[in-house]
């Protein structure tokens, strides 16, 4: 850390140095501000290290920093969650790694969280292994069996180069373009250019300027469609390189990525609780899902607990099922049950309502403003668009309930699938609008301390809500459910337990 | 087709002086939202425009209407009860909720007395089991249960090992 820190800060302020020393032609005060802000730089640095101190006891990880404004974190052992290790490019030349442990707050529902930053690689290792490996009682005894042992680090999956072509149909082409131009916005910034005086460029939006209009849109179009592209694929390269998802022989999921900066992220086996199956909708038409893990005491930071890069759906479906020891057809391959005829008209209702809404607010802008009267007619679009979305919503929807998991899908431009350990449900609650009771539906949320905190099943039949429920975990609301003894004796046509 | 949700509503009501708890918070809505409108109209005075009158006249009855009418209904819909597996609550107006946590997932349990709570010697009982979206909150319960209810809740978590997810 002793030359981590203030190097990794120096790389930051890198173009800051460049822009005072050449804007400055040599001028003398400048090199000593730049070399000034260097040592205060190294000084810093070596102050943190030598205030920074860690230490790992019986049953806490403790950290002391900081010199004037001391800090003092410490996390219980047994509530650690996950370990991740993450090296930047600067920490990997001097083979050092960020040690994340994250642990479920005592008191409320929140994480804490504690960095070891710089480390040396081989130790942080061990400490992973070291914090993991803590056996830590299950919640009631019967929750989890133990993983059965595997021979150590037994690899599930490993990247195909082929899927980066999944790479420009997730929002990370989005952020692509915004890396791409951010990236030449900087160059040219620093370089002190304005992209306007160099000679190619003028010359080719003096002549877009006099194109019409539709030629411009569609040379704009294309270019920051090719520029995504690229940004995506890069973004994919640098976030997924040498890929590769483990299982440790202590039954923790371990996956190991990174171009530049490496990461590693160890998902417990105790604390994973499900596996949610993510596409987006432009993934989807590509016959693409991404896997993630369902856990507790994931950090937001952590792509959401993503398994895998883009990948094929079967893809997907298969490191969901090796993740969980699961057969597909008994988690997100399951077969779902539909929803309701109602629930198709609550969906249509819904976007229509807002696309109405929306055409409504174009024609008054159209009529208020004359030189946006076009905005009326085009808005109509909207309205194709929405009921294709509502019929989309719709046949996303529906659940299942297998031997040990509860299964839920919806979503349209974002569809998820879940599947959740009946295990790790623990509690319930139940929505229901005016609306919604009028149609005879209810919006049914599954509780669980992993995640989201909540896994919602949208728009199911007001009977078969309570009777899934009751089906799910069966003890909690034996003492509530009204037609217990009635309809869901059977179960409400949900199989009750394992097996 | 069957459209309420068969579930029985949880065996208690909340205290009812939480009625008047309900229509003291629409008074201070009320205080909150015309005062402004009103002094706007005596600093302007002969130059306010007409409107000003109208919207006034109009959140002052919708308020007034809403706490003569809205809280004895949300009497009507609040129960709650805690049996011996599970601390069950039935709330909402447009939109009913439902939430039943299990007490042996239980983390803490929080009392809370508002100013207009401690004026109507009322509280809020918050349970919070381990996750983010799982909280279930109890309104307008007498202080005395509502601390007898936490007292009893945190023997029951205490008894119970583990940390609950």
Known sequence: ?499 | MQTALPLRPPAHQVNPRAIRWWQLRAVVALILLTVPQLSALVVLADSAPGWLVGTTIATAVTVAGYALIVPPILFRIHRWEVTDQAVYTLSGLLVREWRIAPISRVQTVDTEHGPLQQLLRLASVTVTTASARGPVKINGLAAADAAELARMLTETTQATPGDAT
Do not use: C
Request: glycine residues 10%.
């Open chain 1, 1 to 499: 850390m002793l030359v981590v820190t203030p190097l990794d800060t120096i790389v930051r302020l890198l173009p800051v140095f460049a822009i005072v020393l050449l804007t400055g032609r040599g001028d003398p005060v400048r090199v000593w501000i730049a070399l000034g802000i260097t040592g205060l730089l190294i000084l810093l640095g070596a102050i943190r290290w030598l205030t920074t101190r860690y230490r790992i006891t019986a049953d806490r990880v403790e950290l002391h920093k900081g010199w004037l404004n001391r800090q003092r974190t410490s996390v219980p052992r047994d509530r650690i969650r996950t370990v991740d290790l993450t090296a930047k490019l600067v920490h990997r030349i001097f083979g050092l790694s960020v040690v994340r442990v994250s642990a479920a707050a005592g008191s409320h529902a929140g994480l804490h969280q504690l960095d070891l930053d710089a480390v040396d690689t081989a130790e942080a290792e061990g400490l992973r292994r070291e914090l993991l490996a803590l056996p830590v009682p299950a919640p009631d005894g019967s929750a989890e069996a133990p993983a059965p042992a595997a021979p150590p680090a037994e690899e599930l999956a490993r990247l195909d180069p082929s899927w980066v072509r999944y790479a420009p149909l997730t929002v990370s082409s989005l952020a692509g373009i915004g890396l791409v131009l951010g990236a030449v916005w900087r160059l040219f910034d620093d370089l002190g250019v304005d992209p306007r005086d160099v000679p190619t460029v003028d010359t080719a939006a003096d002549r877009l300027a006099e194109a019409p209009v539709w030629v411009g849109t569609a040379v704009v179009g294309v270019v920051l469609l090719v520029i995504a592209v690229v940004g995506s694929v890069l973004l994919f390269i640098e976030r997924w390189w040498n890929y590769r998802l483990t299982r440790e022989a202590d039954g923790t999921l371990r996956v190991r990525r990174g171009l530049l900066t490496r990461r590693s992220l160890s998902v417990s086996g105790r604390r994973l609780r499900g596996v949610l199956v993510s596409e987006p909708l432009l993934l989807r038409a590509g016959r693409g899902a991404q896997a993630r893990a369902v856990s507790t005491g994931l950090a937001e930071d952590t792509h959401g607990g993503a398994l895998q890069p883009p990948a094929p759906r079967a893809e997907a479906g298969r490191v969901a099922a090796v993740v969980l020891h699961e057969d597909p057809s008994m988690i997100v391959g399951a077969p779902l049950r539909r929803h309701p005829r109602a629930a198709l008209t609550r969906r249509l209702t819904r976007v229509l309502g807002s696309a109405v809404g929306l055409i409504a607010a174009a024609w008054l802008v159209a009529a208020l403003l004359p030189g946006l009267a076009w905005l009326g007619p085009v808005s109509l679009a909207l309205l194709p668009i929405a009921l294709l979305l509502g019929l989309d919503r719709y046949r996303s929807l529906g659940h299942a309930l297998t031997a040990r998991y509860l299964v839920a899908r919806q979503g349209s431009l974002h569809r998820r699938t879940v599947a959740l350990q009946r295990t790790g449900v623990i509690g319930w609650t139940f929505r229901q609008s005016v609306f919604q009771r009028r149609a005879g539906l209810v919006t049914v949320q599954a509780v669980t301390a992993a995640g989201d905190g909540g896994y919602r099943v949208l728009d199911i039949a007001a009977a078969d809500g309570a009777a899934l429920a009751d089906a799910t975990t069966p003890d909690l609301l034996d003492p509530v459910h009204h037609t217990h003894r009635g309809v869901s004796a059977s179960g409400g046509g949900y199989r009750t337990g394992p097996g």
